[in-house]
Each structure stands twice: as structure tokens, then as C-alpha cells.
């Protein structure tokens, strides 16, 4: 059997008479860039998460760029994010002219350890990035309880959590500005690269909407410095369609990361995430912890089944970033993670049987 790590064929034939008219109705008004099938998506994405607005914007890397630069985030200012989560939120600070902060990660969550965030803020930190990984919420009061405390704006990366929530509240409308991504792969996702951004400050909406569009709120004036990152109209045409499911594609990852736990518990090897109530968690990933990382990766590989890795290098690794002076041992959990965590298939539509076969296949292995 075959089970690959993310079936988007299946979901999208289930779609595709529905997809295929939006596209047509596209096509048939020549309206490409932005127009009414992109504020009408706006308005829906803000609606399901429970925000004032929302901007569609090019990708979720540049909605994080976007962010900071509505803030008027200053060369050389810090913002403080997880030293695990994907190098665009790094990036997203870095193009605005700011300087990331790395903190380490929470052992049972992966997700940015609260606890350390005190101590790495300094008189040049001006923000804080939690980041929602792998559909995971952080623990948004917590978050708001220290950026008060230390007058700091906060910027959620969301990009993996689309519909999660803290205490009933989505994940991306706590702090000033909520950051998504809508990369094909993830929860809402769409044809191509495409971003959404939500908040519910009129003057940063205001903002945000200018410098997605070269800097003008109205044709051929620029008063600021934007550039151009808008949404295309086919996609939030296919987006309006998958976010009246969206609530069903969570309720499905959910199940399958139910159905996991039941299959795989018990096995001697492997550390599986915690489940959290109150719709927590959208398992974006399923993400499981071993020291046989790679050895298991490439036995399922040969079973027929897909797994990835995220993240194998911390981003305060990378090259881009050898400029901040960090070296290995810098971030040790992190940095540990890196080499046991392993991503198994994960998608609202994976059957009993296909998730039966991955936990035989891990079984058997150990």
C-alpha cells in the first residue's frame, strides 16, 4: 500500500465541478488581481476566525514581511521568535530591516518555551512572533500577559494553524497582527502561493493595504514605500470554496491524530504529541519524536509511505544566518529536535486502513 504524505488529488476532485465554475466565473470577468472574488475571500477569512479584517496578500512569508513593515519595525530592532519553526519567520523580520531572536522551544510542545522569552528581551526588542507549529496553538494569554508587560507587539505566525483556537479564540486574532499562510500543502490552501492577514486595527488594515500594493491606497499615489505582493483573483476564488470546508478538513485531521494515538501507543521508540481539548490543536502535522529518525524514515520510504522532516536544520544554523554569530549548542533542544522528529502522513481525507499500515510499518520496525 501506498500512502503518501499529503493526498492533495483526493480533496481536490471531491471540489473540483465547484472549482472549476469559480475559475470559469474568473476567467469570464478578466478581473486577475484582486477585485471582488479577493474582498469577498477577505471578508469570509476574517468571519471564520473571528477578526475585523482581512488582507489577501501574495504568500505567508510576505505577510510576516508585511507585518513589521506596518509596524515600522526599525533597523536593528529585535523581534522574538522560536529558534524552531520554518525560516520564513526569521525571514519575515529580516526583509523589514529587524533582527530575530531565536528562544528555545517547550520540550512537550515545540512550541516557544514562555518561560525563556523574559530573558531574551532586550531595550532594542520591539515585538514577539509565537508561532502556532505544526497547527498547535501557543498559550495566547500568556503571550499578551508579556507583551504587555514589557510594551511589545505582537505578530502571530499562524501559518499552520488555520481555525485552531486558546480558549475558544482563534489562533492569528490575539495579538496586533495574525500572519497566514495559504501554500498549497496547508490546512487552507491554495493553486499556488497566496497569504492572508487579519487584525483588527482600521489604521493597520489601512497600512497593510497600501504597502501590499506598491504603497498607494489610491491608484498612482505612493505616499509610503510598499511593493507588490496581491492577491490573484483565481485564488481566492478556489480559497472561498475550501474555507466553507475548512471546519470539516480540521474535524478530519483531528480524528486521524485520534486514530494515531490509538494505533501507536505503547510502542517502545517513539514520543507522540499530546493531544489538547478545546480545539487546540488542527494537526497541521503529526509530528512523533524517535533517536531512530532517519533509519525509520527510510524503512516506511520503502513501505510505501511518506514521512517528512520538519525541520532538519535550525534556522539560526542556516548560512543566511551565520551573520548572528550563533554556533551549534546554541539552542540544544532545538537542535536535538531536529534530529528525531519525523512528520507522518497527515490529511483530512487518510482512511483507517492507510493509517493502519503506517503504524504496522512502525511497529515493525521497532
Not at 472549482?19 to 477585485?35: H, K, N, P, T, W
Not at 500572519?179 to 497566496?194: E, H, Q
Request: aromatic content about 8%; charged content about 20%.
Amino acid at each position: 500500500m501506498k500512502v503518501p504524505f499529503v493526498d492533495l488529488p483526493n480533496q481536490t476532485q471531491k471540489m473540483k465541478t465547484e472549482i472549476m465554475q469559480a475559475v470559469e466565473s474568473i476567467v469570464d470577468s478578466c478581473q486577475f488581481v484582486l477585485g471582488p472574488a479577493v474582498s469577498a475571500f477577505e471578508s469570509e477569512f476574517a468571519e471564520f476566525v473571528g477578526a475585523k479584517y482581512g488582507v489577501g496578500v501574495g504568500s505567508g512569508t510576505d505577510a510576516l514581511h508585511i507585518a513589521y513593515r506596518a509596524i515600522d519595525l526599525k533597523p536593528g530592532e529585535e523581534v522574538i521568535v522560536p529558534a524552531h519553526t520554518f525560516v520564513a519567520t526569521p525571514i519575515g523580520v529580516t526583509m523589514a530591516g529587524g533582527v530575530p531572536v531565536p528562544v528555545e522551544v517547550d520540550e512537550s510542545t515545540f512550541l516557544m518555551d514562555l518561560n525563556k522569552v523574559e530573558s531574551a528581551i532586550t531595550s532594542k526588542t520591539r515585538a514577539i512572533c509565537p508561532v502556532h507549529l505544526y497547527g498547535r496553538s501557543e498559550n495566547m494569554e500568556e503571550v499578551m500577559s508579556l507583551a504587555k508587560k514589557h510594551n511589545l507587539i505582537v505578530i502571530e505566525d499562524a501559518s499552520q494553524s488555520h481555525g485552531s483556537h486558546w480558549n475558544g479564540k482563534c489562533t492569528g486574532t490575539f495579538g496586533d497582527i495574525g500572519c497566514y499562510s495559504l501554500f498549497p500543502g496547508k490546512n487552507l490552501g491554495a493553486f499556488g502561493d497566496a497569504g492572508v492577514m487579519v487584525t483588527d486595527n482600521e489604521e493597520l488594515k489601512d497600512k497593510i493595504m497600501s504597502i501590499r500594493n506598491y504603497g498607494s491606497p489610491k491608484k498612482y499615489h505612493h505616499p509610503i514605500l510598499g511593493f507588490n505582493s496581491r492577491m490573484d483573483s483565481m485564488q481566492a476564488a478556489i480559497l472561498r470554496i475550501k474555507l466553507r470546508n475548512l471546519k470539516a478538513f480540521s474535524e478530519g485531521r483531528q480524528a486521524a491524530a485520534e486514530r494515531y494515538h490509538k494505533l501507536l501507543e505503547g510502542i517502545e521508540g517513539i514520543q507522540l504529541p499530546n493531544i489538547p481539548g478545546d480545539n487546540q490543536h488542527v494537526f497541521h502535522l503529526y509530528v512523533i519524536r524517535t533517536e531512530k529518525r532517519d533509519e525509520l524514515q527510510k524503512h516506511l520510504q520503502e513501505c510505501g509511505v511518506g514521512a517528512g522532516i520538519h525541520y532538519p536544520t535550525p534556522w539560526h544554523l542556516q548560512g543566511a544566518y551565520n551573520n548572528l554569530g550563533y554556533s551549534e549548542g546554541a539552542y540544544p533542544l532545538t537542535e536535538k529536535l531536529s534530529h528525531q522528529i519525523l512528520s507522518l502522513p497527515m490529511f483530512p481525507e487518510i482512511t483507517e486502513e492507510q493509517q493502519q499500515h503506517v503504524a504496522d510499518s512502525i511497529k515493525k520496525f521497532f
